[in-house]
């Protein structure tokens, strides 16, 4: 499923392969590092896939300081809605996201940096 909606764009893949190459036509059509995030169920997976990708994860600047603090609290699920939504998707595409990633599939959102 793609989405494109509010200001962010998604696309779930089957694999890291697939992630990959997901970034790298979302970096072809003028998206930057800054504006690319990779999401998977698994932590050590994301953080590889977006190494190898040369793309973000959700952190701070994308969640501020209270939604950073209470992931540390959260189940795996809740936190990777709080990163969905963070990155401009409602609650129900969060849930619908979330569930295609307890799958093992892995989530590419790009969405452009906002110029305050």
């Given at each position: 499923m793609d989405s494109i909606g509010t200001g962010s764009y998604a696309k779930v893949v089957e694999n890291g392969?697939?992630?990959?190459?997901?970034?790298?036509?979302?970096?072809?059509?003028?998206?930057?590092?800054?504006?690319?995030?990779?999401?998977?169920?698994?932590?050590?997976?994301e953080e590889q896939i977006a190494d190898i990708a040369d793309s973000n994860e959700v952190g701070l600047s994308e969640e501020g300081l209270f939604g950073t603090m209470?992931?540390?609290?959260?189940?795996?699920?809740?936190?990777?809605?709080?990163?969905?939504?963070?990155?401009?998707?409602n609650d129900a595409e969060a849930d619908f996201y979330e569930?295609?990633?307890?799958?093992?599939?892995?989530?590419?959102?790009a969405r452009r940096a906002r110029l305050i």
């Open positions: 392969v697939q992630a990959i190459e997901e970034v790298n036509q979302l970096r072809s059509s003028g998206y930057s590092k800054e504006d690319i995030y990779v999401i998977s169920h698994d932590q050590d997976r209470a992931n540390l609290f959260r189940s795996r699920g809740d936190e990777l809605r709080s990163k969905i939504t963070s990155l401009g998707f569930k295609e990633l307890d799958r093992g599939k892995v989530l590419v959102i």
